[in-house]
């Protein structure tokens, strides 16, 4: 080969190179992806999306006046972040969303005062308006329902309550009660209002002091009583019931307190009585007192003779 055909080889090879560097130059693009990081975060935390290593320029921007000019970005803010990277070859661009999970509210309980005595429970929760279920988060939820006796001091778990809804078992004492809701994507825990279970004991009924206080009287004689003591139930929830019979307990009429029986034309043992009950009025769970009662044994006059004298 001459060196004049050498020398236009080259030349032609030299110009086909130019040419494709020039299309290359021209008409090529970058490969633009972006890698790394979460597509949803939980509230408070961060990401960190990544653009293409090697490129002469990176110009993010993103929600909230977001801009960037790095290869790596850190976010916490919901919405979609586009890169565009140049580098010899030509410019592109590409985008990617961020998701950030709303705060986890624990949702709504009945939170109503309920009064009972020992023995009485209800229903707390529920999923029916106006309580629901938790929301918020990553939408995976778990029910855990707390307890507090005394409605003092810490909180202790109650196994077995995955639900919205809880019936506790019947307290013996007043008891707090809450809902704790535990995203077990996010691990984080958010707590309801609390319901107080208010516990009274059961009415105790009073003791009677009669009067005459020996329980045997003669025929013509008025019986008596006064009432002492009695306990439970809660205030203004029970009330006191009073009566008296002239039978020996066969037929009952209303007594009050002090009220004298008369015992004219009676006779036999525990003919005349007088009893008390302490009853609950509209409380759940109570119980009423137990009947207290006291009764007299009345004896005849004696028959007197007529007397004559000579």
Known sequence: MSLRELGIRLLLAHICWLMIACWITLNGQPACNIT????????????????????????WTGPSGFTAATQDITISIAGDYTVTITDPSGTSSCSGNLTVYAVLLPGSINTNLRQFCVGGTTPIGGT??????????????????????GCTGGW??????????????APAVTTCYRRKVTDIVCNTDAYT???????????????????????????????????????GGFPGGTTDIYEYSSNSGTTWSTYSPGQNVPTTGLSGSGVVQIRTRRISTGVNGCNWGLFVNVSWSVNPLPDTSVIYHR
């Not at 029916?128 to 006796?149: D, F, K, L, R, V």
């Not at 196994?159 to 919205?164: A, E, R």
């Open 156 to 169: 202790s778990d109650i196994s077995g309550t995955n639900t919205t809804s809880y019936t506790p078992a």
């Open 36 to 59: 790394g990081g979460s597509a949803a975060i939980c509230p408070g935390n961060t990401t960190t999306r990544s653009a293409p290593a090697g490129m002469t320029t990176y110009s």
């Open 128 to 149: 029916s308006s106006p309580y629901g279920p938790a929301t918020g988060g990553s939408g995976s939820y778990y029910y855990t329902w707390q307890m507090q006796e």
């Open 193 to 231: 209002g609390i319901k107080r279970f208010e516990i009274f004991e059961d009415p105790v009924s009073q003791n009677i002091v009669p009067s005459p206080a020996n329980l045997t009287v003669c025929s013509g004689t008025f019986i008596s009583a006064t009432f002492t003591g009695g306990s």
